[in-house]
């Protein structure tokens, strides 16, 4: 695993007062996790938290950035966008963005988990339904 840098260090001392705050190494740049779930982004000396429709529109107000990375000659925009400039330097000041981005990552897990939740099984009288319905195969010889 790949020594952490002075950067990742510093931002994990800004986010303290947030809680447990853990950073993963992951294609070329770090994670940053709470409760499990991945809230905030560190890539090339930058940090990057976590939007949604919720909050992207505070993110952009405050002249934030969004990730962009390159694939097949396209630009990517990601869901993760910079703090706003007075708070990437002031623990004080990132905190309620850091929170933005956990809750944001929060209801992204909450939306993943209802897709993949199973359909309601059918009672056997709803099954005898769409048997009914569907049309007979009428065979030619």
Do not use: H
């Amino acid at each position: 695993m790949p020594r952490m840098d002075s950067f990742v260090e510093y931002t994990l001392e800004l986010l303290e007062p947030l809680g447990a705050v853990q950073a993963r190494s992951m294609f070329g740049g770090w994670g940053l996790y709470f409760g499990g779930r991945m809230f905030g982004l560190i890539i090339q000396g930058q940090l990057y938290l976590k939007t949604d429709d919720v909050t992207r529109a505070d993110f952009e107000a405050e002249g934030c950035r969004p990730f962009i990375y390159q694939s097949r000659g396209k630009e990517q925009p990601m869901s993760y966008w910079t703090p706003p400039a007075d708070a990437e330097d002031d623990g004080r000041r990132l905190l309620p963005w850091a929170r933005r981005a956990v809750d944001a990552s929060n209801r992204a897990a909450m939306k993943k988990a209802a897709k993949k939740t199973p359909a309601a099984k059918k009672t056997p009288a709803a099954k005898k339904a769409v048997a009914k319905k569907k049309p007979a195969r009428v065979r030619r010889s």
